[in-house]
């Protein structure tokens, strides 16, 4: 391995149940394997470790993206996905596409494509939803994406569906109370590699019993991913992140774009140079006082964040309002991948005097 790479993933931030943490652990190493794997290769890259890192963990039924997604109301698969490259500044997303057993390989498609000129000036798409998205893979050298809707749906997804379409369908509105809104996991990466800089990408199911046709943040530029190069390399500092939660919520907060704006405008000043100031102060008054301040008692976000100054020290955080999320990291310094759940301290509690926000960092 000769070239120097971070790779990091993410479970997505949510409750994730203690039967399953052992499941969920080797979902999250694999992956960190998976884009190692290729390293030194020609097509070795930021944006192929996240794609490749993305793919395993859709291809996990424990996780809520690709196979074993949450079901929609109807009971179907639609997916969201989305990919970004910090060197380039290129995006690609797909939104609510059923059949695509990775939609994070269509993603990246639709960002591939984006660099192909037009010989009559057409304009190549951001995102591609639905059935456009579908027809979009068949256009491909390759129709491999697609594959049975039917073959996405796991037992597992299907009794939950079941036991929630119950309950909703009941005439207690009450026993929709819960943790429904907790069945989210949302999976994602972010990657720096030494050859091209910051990538990162995300990948949802989205919610439970969401309508058929909903977009989450895992499609939306600026919401779910982002990634970016440092505008002043005496200052700044190179930054991908990867974001989870409640999309509605994160999309009108145009989080993780929010999250670059802030490391690009605190380049040089002693709040721009600390990554968990940074992530507190956009937590803090981008999304959590503003989901309050519209009746949302407890918004739920998650976000993994990678960052590499300078100076070439590279550091991970994780910052989350909800109780766990669950991460893994690797690099070719320290090739044994390394996965945890984190689960928010007993002190940080909900209160209307304070953020229920955790920050870790970890060094890399």
């Known amino acids: ?53 993305i793919s395993s963990l859709e291809d996990d039924e424990h996780l809520n993206a690709g196979y074993g997604s949450n079901l929609t109301l109807d009971g179907t698969v639609e997916c969201d996905a989305a990919i970004m490259s910090g060197k380039s500044g290129c995006f690609g997303s797909v939104g609510a596409v059923a059949g695509v057993k990775n939609p994070i390989r269509l993603a990246r498609a639709v960002l591939d494509h984006s660099s192909i000129p037009s010989p009559i000036g057409r304009i190549p798409p951001l995102t591609l939803v639905s059935e456009g998205a579908r027809q979009f893979a068949l256009s491909q050298p390759s129709s491999a994406h697609l594959v049975s809707r039917e073959s996405l749906v796991s037992p597992q997804a299907e009794e939950r569906w079941r036991v929630w379409k119950c309950r909703f369908a009941s005439s207690d509105p009450s026993s929709l109370s819960g943790n429904l809104n907790d069945i989210q996991d949302t999976v994602g990466a972010v990657a720096w590699h030494e050859s091209d800089g910051m990538a990162a990408g995300v990948s949802s199911g989205g919610l439970l019993l969401k309508y058929p046709g909903r977009i989450g943040e895992a499609a939306v530029f600026g919401a779910g991913c982002w990634a970016q190069e440092a505008s002043d390399v005496e200052q700044g500092m190179e930054m991908a992140c990867s974001i989870s ?39 803090n008054d981008q999304f959590w006082n503003m989901r309050r301040g519209r009746g949302e008692p407890d918004p739920s976000v998650g976000v993994l964040l990678l960052t590499r100054e300078n100076d070439g020290r590279a550091r991970l955080w994780c910052a989350f309002t909800t109780p766990t ?26 209160g209307d005097d304070k953020p229920c926000i955790y920050i870790t960092g970890i060094s890399l």
């Open 245 to 283: 939660g409640t999309g509605e919520y994160i999309i009108r907060a145009m989080l993780a774009r929010r999250l670059g704006e802030a490391f690009e405008k605190g380049a040089g000043n002693s709040d721009g140079d600390d990554p968990h100031e940074v992530l507190h102060g956009v937590l």
């Open 325 to 350: 999320m669950a991460i893994a990291y690797v690099s070719s310094k320290n090739p044994k991948a390394k996965a945890i759940i984190l689960r928010r301290p007993q002190n940080i509690t909900l």
């Open 1 to 53: 391995m000769s070239d120097n790479v971070y790779i990091a993933v993410h479970g997505g931030a949510g409750f994730h149940e203690r039967k399953y943490e052992k499941e969920i652990k080797h979902a999250l190493q694999r992956a960190c394997n998976v884009a190692l794997s290729n390293l030194g290769s020609k097509h070795s890259s930021a944006l192929t470790m996240v794609e490749d890192a």
